[in-house]
T-cell receptor
Framework: KAGVTQTPRYLIKTRGQQVTLSCSPI?????VSWYQQTPGQGLQFLFEYFSETQRNKGNFPGRFSGRQFSNSRSEMNVSTLELGDSALYLCASSPTPGLNTGELFFGEGSRLTVL | AQSVSQHNHHVILSEAASLELGCNYS??????LFWYVQYPGQHLQLLLK??????LVKGIKGFEAEFIKSKFSFNLRKPSVQWSDTAEYFCAVIFTGGGNKLTFGTGTQLKVEL
């Protein structure tokens, strides 16, 4: 069974640009969550999607957005990039949303560097 | 505010030493508790989880954790570490009504020396 796939794995952008990251969940998983990982802040929750609907949102500015498609694949977009957006962006999938769902399955992440 | 604290940021142990990593959370309601591990160059993976029942839970690779509700703690333990346990360990909590939103601690970098 294939794991969570994130593309691209690495990318470099400059300030002011925008970026789109993609996540393909494990087959059959309908919930997708995104996290930002940085050395100083650790792992911070961005948002969660289920059945193309955003169910939960973290404390990030509106420059961070996401969406989920009917096949459960998800994308996140960051507009007007800032140096502080440099981070590892992790996607995680699970079969169902809600409390007591258990394990999240993480991808290897997309490492974004903003120059 | 709901938060998760890991007090040990860096831990260095010799092989065969015992390990205990602290995790505390601030919240008075129901929680689901997790420990995740990130080996060098690999993705985050689940070590163990606690939802209810026996507060002592056992996970993979000989790890266990104990939920002490009165102390709001969920400490990770292993009686005898191996070099291959070198990794970063994250405590994570789902607070009531949080859906799949994991609140992570800042992580503990464990280095096991031969």
């Amino acid at each position: 069974k294939a794991g969570v796939t994130q593309t691209p794995r690495y990318l470099i952008k400059t300030r002011g640009q925008q970026v789109t990251l993609s996540c393909s969940p494990i087959s059959g998983h309908r919930s997708v969550s995104w996290y930002q990982q940085t050395p100083g802040q650790g792992l911070q929750f961005l948002f969660e999607y289920f059945s193309e609907t955003q169910r939960n949102k973290g404390n990030f500015p509106g420059r961070f957005s996401g969406r989920q498609f009917s096949n459960s694949r998800s994308e996140m977009n960051v507009s007007t990039l800032e140096l502080g957006d440099s981070a590892l962006y992790l996607c995680a999938s699970s079969p169902t949303p809600g409390l007591n769902t258990g394990e999240l399955f993480f991808g290897e992440g997309s490492r974004l560097t903003v120059l | 505010a709901q938060s998760v604290s890991q007090h040990n940021h860096h831990v260095i142990l010799s092989e065969a030493a015992s390990l205990e990593l602290g995790c505390n959370y601030s919240y008075g309601g129901t929680v689901n508790l997790f420990w995740y591990v990130q080996y060098p160059g690999q993705h985050l993976q689940l070590l163990l989880k606690y939802f209810s029942g026996d507060p002592l839970v056992k996970g993979i690779k000989g790890f266990e954790a104990e939920f002490i509700k009165s102390k709001f703690s969920f400490n990770l333990r292993k009686p005898s570490v191996q070099w291959s346990d070198t990794a970063e360990y994250f405590c994570a909590v789902i607070f009531t009504g949080g859906g799949n939103k994991l609140t992570f601690g800042t992580g503990t970098q464990l280095k096991v020396e031969l």
